[in-house]
């Protein structure tokens, strides 16, 4: 019997997790911020975020009250005593979103999940190249772009409340 030969194949190295908050409005997005390999989220390094955040809202939405709506908001460093007191400090208001709810968090559903459809199967050489390709894809979507993912969160707020609070079908 003659068995077919083994094929050697080159693997590419390829990016590692990049991870990035994302802060954006109806007008666009407001605030990228990545974190460096191998850093971690911890209430200390949110409420620096949440620093930045604040400043940067100063600048290009003054005129505009901030409602701040975070999917995590049920766990880590995003609900610690410290972070909520900053926040309450900053002035904010908070909308409590449901825990477990992808089908109700913009980010999923309208800005990574599409990103991710047309994406996938690509090689990403290195984090700079993932990071170069997402600050490329937040800054080109225009206004109405995120004005649309503003709607289709009401909607699907909607939806869900008419669903008994089931998730929302894409």
Not at 25 to 33: A, H
Not at 60 to 69: G, H, N, Q, Y
Not at 86 to 97: E, Q
Request: hydrophobic fraction near 35%; proline fraction near 7%; charge should be positive.
């Amino acid at each position: 019997m003659n068995s077919p030969s083994k094929k050697n194949f080159k693997t590419l190295p390829s990016a590692g997790k990049v991870t990035c908050a994302v802060f954006w409005d109806r007008k666009g997005v407001i605030l990228l911020d990545f974190l460096q390999p191998g850093q971690t989220i911890n209430s200390d390094r949110y409420i620096a975020t949440l620093t930045k955040l604040k400043a940067r809202i100063s600048r290009v939405r003054p005129e505009k009250k901030t409602i701040f709506l975070c999917n995590r908001i049920t766990r880590g460093p995003h609900t610690s005593l410290k972070t909520v007191e900053h926040i309450v400090n900053l002035g904010w208001t908070v909308v409590p979103h449901p825990p477990c709810s992808p089908d109700l968090a913009p980010y999923n559903f309208h800005l990574f999940g599409p990103m991710k459809d047309r994406t996938r199967g690509q090689h990403v050489p290195s984090n700079d190249a993932v990071v170069r390709a997402v600050k490329h894809r937040v800054t080109s979507a225009g206004a109405d772009f995120y004005e649309r993912g503003m709607h289709a969160l009401v909607h699907r707020w909607r939806k869900c409340i008419a669903n008994g609070g089931d998730y929302v079908e894409k």
